[in-house]
Structures are given as C-alpha cells and as structure tokens.
T-cell receptor
Framework: DTEVTQTPKHLVMGMTNKKSLKCEQHMGHRAMYWYKQKAKKPPELMFVYSYEKLSINESVPSRFSPECPNSSLLNLHLHALQPEDSALYLC??????????????FGPGTRLTVT | QKEVEQDPGPLSVPEGAIVSLNCTYSNSAFQYFMWYRQYSRKGPELLMYTYSSGNKEDGRFTAQVDKSSKYISLFIRDSQPSDSATYLCAMEGTSYDKVIFGPGTSLSVIP
C-alpha cells in the first residue's frame, strides 16, 4: 500500500480562524514532509520530519505550525493566515531521510482558500 | 541560473506519439533524478527514479540521464489521453533531505 491520505480535501477559512490539516501514511515510513504548491508552480518544501522530530523548517512563517504525533501522522496547524497562503498543501512520506528520500509518496493534497 | 529548468509547455501531441520531456540542471553533484506525474488538482505521483547516468525503462516510460550534459529526459511511447498531465522532474538537493523540483511541463495527448 503506497497511499498517503490527507484531510480535509478542501478548506475555506477566514484570516482569524484556526484550523488543522491532517496527513496519514501506513507504509512504515519515518520521514514525512509538508509542501505548499501554488497554481502552475512546483511544490515548495515547508517542513521535514525525520523519526518524529522536525528536521527541516524552510523559513516558514510562524502562522504555520507542524506537529508529528507519531510516525504515521503529520498535522499542520494554521492560524491567522493571509489570502496569499491560499494554495494546495501536500503531504509526502519516504522511507527516511538517509535512505529513499528521493522516493517520496504524495497525498492528494488539501486545497486551502483563505478569505 | 535556476538549479533545475524545464520547458513549461504546454505540449500537445496526437495519441500514439512518442513524447520527449526534458530537464536541465546546474549542480553536477546531483545523483538521484526523479520524474513525477501530476494530474490536475491531485498530488504528484512518482513515476520512476534513476541513479547517476544511464537509462531506466518501466513499461511505456523510459528515463534517461546524461550527467556530462546535465540533462535528463523522460520518453513516453504510444502516448495515451490518460497521460495528459503535468510532468515534474526532480533531483535530490544539496542537503540530503531535500528534493528540488523543476517547474513542470504540461502535456496534452489528443485522441
């Protein structure tokens, strides 16, 4: 099973709301990633978790807060977002960051609209 | 110079054609080269990856890497309308846990 699931599929939120995006994988992968993708652009890396510890934080604003409760789950908490944060948010996983990091499996994404 | 460049297209071909998608890159240290397919409003799907130079074949898809020219290609034989998607090349970044994506080429296969 090479499936990464993400919920919700779509999310509309106001600039003062707090919401969370969820990601789950059952492939036994120990690295999980959050990407942001704007229309007609490639995915941009936001965060990398390795063995449930934050490994990479690509200078993402603090209004995005990642959390990795266990090796299968990854959350992205959102607070006080701006309209320019509207995008497709993608979760991915790989075996780990030392082996197989080049073989990432992506979820379907959450399409976020900030009003 | 961008690290990874890719012709954005759109590329439109008739069904059954051979499609060639290409990327160039600037960092000679890259070792792993990946191709992802992304349908509209979906997440990217890994098609295949290659290590260092050479060819790799998987069904109708062939990936080719020429490290001396810093050039990679994906060939699709007997293209089908279901191949219509955006194709993203990707490479391991200079940090071991980062992948750098090209901007993507939009492909339409016309029945």
């Amino acid at each position: 099973d090479t499936e990464v699931t993400q919920t919700p599929k779509h999310l509309v939120m106001g600039m003062t709301n707090k919401k969370s995006l969820k990601c789950e994988q059952h492939m036994g992968h120990r690295a999980m990633y959050w990407y942001k993708q704007k229309a007609k652009k490639p995915p941009e890396l936001m965060f990398v978790y390795s063995y449930e510890k934050l490994s990479i934080n690509e200078s993402v604003p603090s209004r995005f807060s990642p959390e990795c409760p266990n090796s299968s789950l990854l959350n992205l908490h959102l607070h006080a977002l701006q309209p320019e944060d509207s995008a497709l948010y993608l979760c991915a996983s790989s075996q780990d960051v030392d082996r197989g990091y080049y073989e990432q499996y992506f979820g379907p994404g959450t399409r976020l609209t900030v009003t | 110079q961008k690290e990874v460049e890719q012709d954005p297209g759109p590329l439109s071909v008739p069904e059954g054609a051979i499609v060639s998608l290409n990327c160039t890159y600037s960092n000679s240290a890259f070792q792993y080269f990946m191709w992802y397919r992304q349908y509209s409003r979906k997440g990217p799907e890994l098609l295949m990856y290659t290590y260092s130079s050479g060819n790799k074949e998987d069904g109708r898809f062939t990936a080719q890497v020429d490290k001396s020219s810093k050039y990679i290609s994906l060939f699709i034989r007997d293209s089908q309308p279901s191949d219509s998607a955006t194709y993203l090349c990707a490479m391991e970044g200079t940090s071991y846990d980062k992948v750098i994506f090209g901007p993507g080429t939009s492909l339409s296969v016309i029945p």
